[in-house]
């Protein structure tokens, strides 16, 4: 630290901010990340340089702004309308989870099986529960299953989850099976007591659901959106830990002494520094969603109705979008979490209407309110669509309770009534059921893969987006000496050669009409 105040010396009332900058900044594990595939490889600075390299910067960006001197802003950016990709980075790269940064893990999963109460699991099994807590580890290319366990219990929400004689048990048997790097405990959240207790117990990290889906998250980012809605997820897990960590030092007497005369302790600093990371990603999340709040108004304009294509992860949604456009730059992954990034495609409906496709991220069972919140930019466009298709891996053991989970995540997003009833359901990869029978009678069975039942889900979606955009099919007199229709798709054509008139039929919207009525009055 006094070399650090050695090299502010020069820079005048921010001296001590710099001090309380270098503090907060020192536990809070700043790190650099680079991208290789889909495997995240990180370079760790020594903790001095990372210190001293954000204590000069925010001295002398401080510096700057009270002399008045603009640095690198633009009026777009002053204004809201402009992010630079790296302030995106920069904000991305700042701290990702404690522990699923170190590049290969060799992981043991835990399966905690509940015998009775609130949080037993009624539509599945914790066999089933394993078999997704492997894909989880499997979707990261760094990672590997080396052993895992099903444990029953009596007790989740205990600190240790597991009775005493099971923990036992489970502690002999992580400490015997050689090359364990970190255990996968499959709850939703671990406290960060929990956390550090199994931590010391096991002598490896530890890491819950939530973290493990970060991860992924991390490792699949692409966009600028994508990037800072993991870094606002991340918030809660370093604010947790935060907590935990300044309750240690609190009873070695050192996390509530004042820094330097300031007013603030070394807890208050961080908390602070954290609000205003947290407000920066708020603030730079808002600036999109005003700028997909326009696209979604220019389709609107457009009049092209949009559609989103949501379900359970890895349920087929992209590989379906393929087949109903026949986009080619779509190239679908059989993986967890495969798309981030909503996406949106253009196909023609049997009338020849253009509509868009919005391919949407996956939902997963088990998650914390939190990530969905931070999420909530993304899935604004499920609201403002005009029809929704829900894809089901009918093939998928667990497919009711995935159903029950998309459900539920769309009743707290609080999507429309309309939407909701006029939701088309897809039973997708039929192919892989022997002598499907489809038991519900409103669901359309198909294999987006082998492109089989396409046109009857096409002719539904159709019928569901005239009925909600209000389109109406109409025979119309035209001149054909003059451009009369723009803005509607003809169907048919029957020519009248002795007047250079023609009687169009066409899938016109309301508004659209009434142009065409004031243009053309008589018609």
């Known amino acids: ?101 170190g590049g290969h893990h060799r992981v043991f999963i ?18 089933l529960m ?11 290319d760094s990672w590997r299953v080396v052993d895992k366990i099903i444990l029953s219990t009596k007790t989740p929400e205990k600190k240790r989850i597991f009775g005493k004689g099971n923990f036992q048990t489970l502690t002999e048997k992580i400490r015997q099976t050689a090359g364990i790097t970190a255990v996968f405990v499959n709850v939703e959240r671990l406290s960060p007591s929990s956390e550090r207790e199994f931590e010391e117990a096991w002598g490896v990290k530890v890491f819950d659901r939530y973290s493990v889906v970060l991860h ?22 370093l604010r947790s830990r935060l907590k935990h960590e300044m309750g240690n030092m609190d009873q070695q007497g050192g996390g509530s002494r004042y820094i330097g005369g300031s007013g603030e302790t070394l807890f208050e600093v961080q908390q602070r520094l954290l609000k205003e990371r947290e407000l920066k990603i708020r603030s730079a999340l808002e600036k999109l969603r005003r700028k997909r709040h326009l696209l979604r108004s220019q389709r609107k304009r457009n009049e092209f109705p949009i559609v989103s294509v949501l379900g359970y992860t890895n349920c087929g949604k992209t590989t379906l979008i393929k087949a109903l456009t026949g986009d080619s730059t779509l190239q679908p992954r059989n993986q967890l979490f495969a798309t981030l990034d909503v996406t949106v495609h253009a196909g023609q409906l049997p009338s020849r209407m253009t509509v868009l496709y919005v391919d949407t991220i996956g939902f997963l069972s088990q998650l914390p309110h939190q ?30 309770n995935q159903k029950v989970n998309v459900l539920n995540v769309l009743k707290n997003l609080k999507v429309p009534d309309r939407l909701m009833s006029s939701m088309i359901e897809v039973h997708n ?76 039929k066409v899938l016109i919207s309301t508004a659209a009409y009434g142009r065409y009525k004031k243009l053309f009055p008589g018609r």
């Not at 394993?130 to 990261?140: F, P, S, Y």
């Not at 899935?379 to 998928?396: A, G, M």
């Open 1 to 101: 630290m006094a070399a650090l105040s050695r090299m502010c010396s020069g820079f005048g009332p921010c001296t001590l901010r710099c001090h309380r900058a270098a503090a907060a900044w020192s536990l809070l594990h700043t790190h650099q990340r680079a991208h290789t595939g889909n495997t995240c490889k990180l370079r760790w600075p020594s903790a001095a340089a990372t210190v001293q390299a954000r204590a000069v910067s925010l001295c002398a960006r401080r510096l700057k702004i009270e002399d008045g001197q603009h640095t690198g802003f633009t009026e777009e950016e002053e204004d809201g309308d402009f992010i630079e990709d790296s302030e995106v980075e920069e904000l991305f790269q700042q701290q990702g989870p404690e522990g699923t940064t």
């Open 110 to 127: 835990v399966q905690p099986d509940v015998k009775w109460g609130s949080r037993k699991q009624h539509l599945t099994t914790a066999e």
């Open 130 to 140: 394993m078999a997704e807590a492997v894909g989880l580890v499997n979707t990261l």
């Open 216 to 237: 992924i998250f991390r490792c699949n980012a692409r966009t600028k959106e994508a990037k800072l809605q993991i870094s606002l997820a991340e918030i809660p897990l």
């Open 371 to 400: 990530l969905i919140d931070s999420f909530s930019a993304t899935l604004d466009d499920i609201k403002h669509s005009d029809l929704l298709i829900h894809v089901r891996d009918i093939s998928h053991p667990e497919a009711v």
């Open 429 to 504: 990869k039929t192919d892989l059921v022997n002598n499907y029978q489809c038991a519900e009678p409103e669901a359309l069975p198909v294999s987006a893969l082998q492109e089989r039942g396409l046109d009857e889900l096409k002719e539904v979606v159709e019928e569901e987006i005239v009925n909600s955009t209000g389109k109406r099919i109409l025979d119309l007199k035209v001149n054909l000496s003059t451009s009369q229709l723009r803005e509607a798709v003809v169907q048919d054509v029957q020519v009248n050669a002795d007047d250079g008139s023609a009687v169009v």
